[in-house]
């Protein structure tokens, strides 16, 4: 089994419309979670930090994390086409140390 | 831009031949990181460095080593290159080696023939 579970997609969605990326995790040890974009096997660029469970919004972008069910999502609004590449949730912390456990990637796309 | 470079952008290279793959951190950032990205396996972390020396190492083969120089900046040498090496290879740096954000570069992608 994984440590990071998520789902691969592909996602399509109309432009406009609130996106909804989740992950989950098995290692409870993990305290800092990650969501990054990668645009057409660019390098990954960091979206989102966050520690604990609870929200943090950034402009269109909410990362929320419950860490209760170690579970994690990532919330776009009003989603433009700008917005379609892979995202990628990561993990780290615990024996871990600070390397990033990442998960499979979903790969959004928004139309016009 | 992330501030981290990595060099070449693009490798072209026959099995059993060996590569030098480069990454200059963020100005400031202590610790290097690489991963390896392909299609199968997702993004993977492959080995760590802090300020020239080895600090963690992920499931990195036999066949690859690292290292940091004084001037900070690392090389991942990829040496008896088989076709399943071929990928996109990932530096990225943060300021120290705690648990903190990182940089990605731009990768390298490899490509074993």
């Known amino acids: 089994q994984k440590e990071v579970e998520q789902d691969p997609g592909p996602l399509s969605v109309p432009e406009g419309a609130i996106v909804s990326l989740n992950c989950t995790y098995s290692n409870s040890a993990f305290q800092y979670f990650m969501w990054y974009r990668q645009y057409s096997r660019k390098g990954p660029e960091l979206l989102m930090y966050t520690y604990s469970s609870g929200n943090k919004e950034d402009g269109r972008f909410t990362a929320q994390v419950d860490k209760s069910s170690k579970y994690i999502s990532l919330f776009i609004r009003d989603s433009q086409p700008s917005d379609s590449a892979t995202y990628l949730c990561?993990?780290?912390?615990?024996?871990?140390?600070?390397?990033?456990?990442f998960g499979e990637g979903t790969q959004l796309t928004v139309n016009p | 831009d992330s501030g981290v470079t990595q060099t070449p952008k693009h490798l072209i290279t026959a099995t059993g031949q060996r590569v030098t793959l480069r990454c200059s951190p963020r100005s400031g950032d202590l610790s290097v990181y690489w991963y390896q990205q392909s299609l199968d396996q997702g993004l993977q972390f492959l080995i760590q460095?802090?300020?020239?020396?080895?600090?963690a190492k992920g499931n990195i083969l036999e066949r690859f080593s690292a290292q940091q120089f004084p001037d900070l900046h690392s090389e991942l040498n990829l040496s008896s290159l088989e076709l399943g090496d071929s990928a996109l290879y990932f530096c990225a740096s943060s300021v120290t080696s705690a648990w903190e954000t990182q940089y990605f570069g731009p990768g390298t992608r490899l490509l074993v023939l």
């Open positions: 460095y802090y300020n020239g020396e080895e600090r």
């Open positions: 990561a993990t780290q912390g615990g024996t871990s140390g600070s390397r990033l456990t």
